[in-house]
T-cell receptor, first 111, second 111 residues
Framework: DAGVIQSPRHEVTEMGQEVTLRCKPISGHNSLFWYRQTMMRGLELLIYFNNNVPIDDSGMPEDRFSAKMPNASFSTLKIQPSEPRDSAVYFC?????????FGSGTRLTVV | GQQLNQSPQSMFIQEGEDVSMNCTSSSIFNTWLWYKQEPGEGPVLLIALYKAGELTSNGRLTAQFGITRKDSFLNISASIPSDVGIYFCAGHQTGANNLFFGTGTRLTVIP
């Protein structure tokens, strides 16, 4: 079991650029979650999917953020255009029941 | 979303000391979980509690599900330097698809 795999681990981009974060959940897990972590706000749930269907995206900050899950083994979180305040660590987690397994995160820096 | 408050926010303790932290909510949860996040990694599940009053141990860790179902406690005995990290509580409510995470307790162990 390779765990939840996120890429890239680090991303530095210029303001206004498009950023795409990727996640491969654990095989057999039917729920996938995207979180953002900052010092000020802690862990924030952005969006989650059940069986590849978005269930709750009320945590997505604004229209610049979008997430897709085209199949059970892949999800993306896209920010377009990116802004400095988007700088944070973005985590993907997957679960079959309640015990989430988190990836190692993508540290995004927008300059 | 639901607010889970953790205290203390941070702790600095001497190696070998015992640690206590707690998590409280104004809402009832039917499952409590405790996670640990080490620097540069995602949170990892430590303990899950499923019944009010339940006391569960995992090595030097002991967690309790509060009788009111609105709180939970985590104790670490004889702390060691590798206990350093951020500890998150998380709660699940019946009918919900996702977990609600606490604000975190940052633990520093001084050798």
């Amino acid at each position: 079991d390779a765990g939840v795999i996120q890429s890239p681990r680090h991303e530095v981009t210029e303001m206004g650029q498009e950023v795409t974060l990727r996640c491969k959940p654990i095989s057999g897990h039917n729920s996938l979650f995207w979180y953002r972590q900052t010092m000020m706000r802690g862990l924030e749930l952005l969006i989650y999917f059940n069986n590849n269907v978005p269930i709750d995206d009320s945590g997505m900050p604004e229209d610049r953020f979008s997430a897709k899950m085209p199949n059970a083994s892949f999800s993306t979180l896209k920010i377009q255009p990116s802004e400095p305040r988007d700088s944070a660590v973005y985590f993907c987690a997957s679960s079959r029941l309640l015990g989430y397994t988190f990836g190692s995160g993508t540290r995004l820096t927008v300059v | 979303g639901q607010q889970l408050n953790q205290s203390p926010q941070s702790m600095f303790i001497q190696e070998g000391e015992d640690v206590s932290m707690n998590c409280t909510s104004s809402s009832i949860f039917n499952t409590w979980l405790w996670y640990k996040q080490e620097p540069g990694e995602g949170p990892v599940l430590l303990i899950a509690l499923y019944k009010a009053g339940e006391l569960t141990s995992n090595g030097r860790l002991t967690a309790q599900f509060g009788i009111t179902r609105k709180d939970s406690f985590l104790n670490i005995s004889a702390s060691i330097p590798s206990d350093v990290g951020i500890y998150f509580c998380a709660g699940h409510q019946t009918g919900a698809n996702n977990l609600f995470f606490g604000t975190g307790t940052r633990l520093t162990v001084i050798p």
